[in-house]
């Protein structure tokens, strides 16, 4: 006759209940210590460097004949109200953000890379205005290789041809610049729009791995091209 010790299976399951509760217990320990070293890592993370710009422009662009636009205007706002404002021949405005005109222009330079600074469409206008200087210092640094003021080739040249020194030091470049602007006057005002945009530029860090939208600022700033 087989003996049942009734409190055996119930000694059992109280054993298993303390183990898993020990084990538990350690793996709880384990997670803890790994999510404190994870907020610890947080803390030495890794930061990048961000340049940032408080100023930008308005631009107004007007179609003089089918096809051909220049720049009529541009006045300085807050960085974060760039627009380009182009009228048509037939009296149709359109409203183009800093997104929308890097889209047109890089479309542009896609399809036909050979004709960019060769005519006076409406992705020149704006590449070689304002929004193009804009756009070379923020979203589009390749657009630098585009515009003279901004190419260091161009810059440390001694055509004086291609580039004229304005009075206050800084250089205006001729025939390709001006040729996307309806008159002198609108072409000079542009050099101080483009050197105060410049001048606002400061510098911040961010932890690499971060989306957020803030910022620590390192308090460096200045002019640069």
């Known amino acids: 006759m087989t003996v049942i010790r009734k409190n055996s299976f119930i000694r059992q399951i109280k054993d298993i209940s303390i183990s898993g509760a020990l084990a538990l217990a350690i793996l709880g320990n384990t997670a803890m210590l790994q999510s404190c070293g ?6 030495e993370a890794d930061y990048e460097e961000v340049e940032v710009y ?6 107004f662009i007007s179609e003089t004949s089918k096809g051909q636009f220049k720049i009529t205007d541009e006045i300085e706002v807050p960085a974060d109200s760039s627009i380009a404002i182009v009228t048509y021949l037939d009296g149709k405005t359109d ?13 542009d330079i896609k399809a036909s890379p050979t004709t960019i600074g060769q005519n006076n469409n409406l992705s020149n206008a704006l590449l070689f205005g304002g929004m193009g200087y804009l756009l070379a210092k923020t ?6 290789n585009y515009r003279p003021d901004l ?6 040249s001694t055509d004086t041809t291609y580039r004229r020194r304005h009075h206050s030091g800084g250089f205006f470049f001729y025939p390709m ?16 729009i483009h050197e105060s945009i410049g001048s606002s530029r400061t510098i911040t860090s961010r932890p690499v791995s971060s989306r957020s939208g803030f910022f620590r600022s390192t308090g460096r700033g200045g ?3």
């Open 54 to 59: 408080s100023k930008g422009v308005k631009t």
């Open 139 to 144: 979203m589009s640094p390749s657009y630098a």
């Open 223 to 225: 002019f640069r091209g």
């Open 177 to 192: 610049m001006s040729r996307y602007y309806s008159s002198q006057g609108a072409f000079q005002k542009s050099s101080g």
């Open 151 to 156: 190419n260091p080739k161009t810059m440390n």
């Open 95 to 107: 409203k183009l953000s800093p997104q929308a005109v890097k889209a047109l222009i890089d479309n």
């Open 38 to 43: 994870g907020d610890s890592s947080d803390d």
